[in-house]
């Protein structure tokens, strides 16, 4: 039988920032471009926020000593439309492979706005979908702003099929995750931080003092990162039909010897916590592919997208076989929400959809279609994107 869909090779990156330095990250970011194609990958994924770094300081330290730390991070952070990202387009366009990047982005209007953020660039350069994190987890809303639901868009490709993503928790939040299956998401990428502590170990929870409330659950048992990113992400193919990609942050030593330095009762927890993975689930939530966990690395999954059709045969939750849009009726808003939303008639990243060699002329006079007619713009069923 002849291929309907592409078959997609995709690279993972499990790797570690040059933490909280943008420049090297940056510089970091382009040489895993270029091994991934050279490695024949159709798409290379990064981590949540790999550029300068995950926020690990909110979780192991008091806000009131961490301001140093949001300083670096708001300085260190990216504009959507500045120059490393322009570098990271260049260099999709040079090598020929579509990236999706997660990364902290900040405000043109706020120096103190910083959002958790990730873009899916095209093989030309093109940004084809910017997304910011709908709400920070626990300690992330000390960090980031909320975000909105401008990137809730499948984008619509040949080289891919259908790619959606989106960022660590979102995977738990079941509209999120409907919105992506109700565009006929095939190819889902969801981004992880290295390591997620919630309690300290028992012993540190002594020596600092802070016994905390007496629960069920034995003292000090962290919540287990790699089993939960697993868990959800294996519900969400099984659920849509559609591949998955893992892609997780990976502490290095550099970056926890800096967070036992800023707070030296947390060695223990860090040292003792679960990283986690980067790894490939087929649309039954089984895994395939490479997986890389515990160290640095590129983990690399063929995917052969046809394999998506067969479960929608039976139990297809967006299809009128298993769906009844005559009871449920759901309206997602896709605004682009903020400051840019007043002052430009245009959402800044929709002029950035040409390809990264446009300058800003070009880009005004070749941008015309609206979102109605773009191929990330979808009407399914009851599902009513504004």
């Keep these: 039988m002849t291929a309907w869909l592409p078959k997609v090779r995709v690279a993972a990156c499990n790797v570690a920032p040059?933490?909280?330095?943008?420049?090297?990250?940056?510089?970091?970011?382009?040489?895993l471009i270029r091994e991934a194609?050279?490695?024949?990958?159709?798409?290379?994924?990064?981590?949540?926020?790999?550029?300068?770094?995950?926020?690990?300081?909110?979780?192991?330290?008091?806000?009131?000593?961490?301001?140093?730390?949001?300083?670096?991070?708001?300085?260190e952070s990216l504009l959507i439309d500045g120059k490393e990202m322009r570098t990271l387009q260049q260099a999709c366009a040079d090598s020929r492979i579509f990236a999706h990047v997660g990364f902290n982005?900040?405000?043109?209007?706020?120096?103190?706005?910083?959002?958790?953020?990730?873009?899916?660039?095209?093989?030309?350069?093109r940004i084809l979908n910017h997304h910011r994190k709908m709400m920070p987890t626990f300690y992330e809303k000390l960090v980031w702003s909320p975000g909105d639901g401008a990137g809730l868009k499948v984008v619509n490709t040949e080289r891919l099929?259908?790619?959606?993503?989106?960022?660590?928790?979102?995977?738990t939040n079941p509209l999120a995750r409907w919105t992506l299956m109700a565009q006929g998401e095939q190819l889902h990428i969801s981004a992880w931080p290295p390591v997620w502590p919630t309690k300290r170990t028992a012993s540190a929870k002594n020596a600092a003092g802070s016994e905390g409330a007496t629960t069920g659950a034995p003292r000090g048992k962290q919540y287990d990162n790699l089993a939960a990113?697993?868990?959800?992400?294996?519900?969400?193919?099984?659920?849509?039909k559609c591949f998955g990609v893992l892609c997780s942050s990976f502490m290095d030593k550099a970056m926890r010897d800096e967070m036992v330095r800023h707070a030296p009762d947390s060695a223990e927890t860090l040292d003792g916590i679960t990283q986690g993975a980067s790894l490939f689930l087929d649309p039954t939530g089984s895994q395939v592919g490479e997986q890389v966990v515990g160290e640095e690395g590129i983990a690399y999954g063929d995917l052969d997208l046809n394999a998506t059709i067969e479960g929608k045969q039976y139990h297809d939750v967006v299809g009128t076989g298993y769906q009844r849009y005559d009871i449920f009726d759901?309206?997602?808003?896709?605004?682009?929400?903020?400051?840019?939303?007043?002052?430009?008639?245009?959402?800044?990243?929709?002029?950035?959809?040409?390809?990264?060699?446009?300058?800003?002329?070009?880009?005004?006079?070749n941008s015309g279609a609206s979102d109605a007619h773009s191929p990330t713009s979808?009407?399914?069923?009851?599902l009513r994107m504004m």
């Design 18 to 31: 040059v933490f909280l330095d943008t420049a090297k990250t940056v510089q970091k970011t382009v040489s």
């Design 37 to 75: 194609a050279s490695n024949r990958a159709d798409l290379v994924v990064f981590p949540e926020t790999y550029i300068p770094a995950f926020p690990l300081w909110a979780a192991i330290a008091a806000p009131i000593d961490n301001h140093s730390y949001f300083t670096r991070l708001a300085r």
């Design 105 to 125: 982005e900040r405000s043109h209007h706020s120096v103190g706005c910083i959002w958790n953020s990730s873009v899916l660039i095209s093989d030309e350069g």
């Design 161 to 171: 099929g259908k790619v959606g993503s989106l960022i660590c928790g979102e995977n």
């Design 229 to 240: 990113n697993r868990t959800r992400s294996a519900a969400h193919c099984f659920e849509a």
């Design 330 to 365: 759901v309206r997602v808003n896709r605004k682009r929400l903020g400051p840019e939303g007043i002052f430009t008639p245009r959402a800044r990243e929709d002029q950035l959809a040409m390809p990264w060699t446009s300058s800003p002329s070009e880009q005004d006079e």
């Design 378 to 382: 979808h009407d399914v069923g009851a």
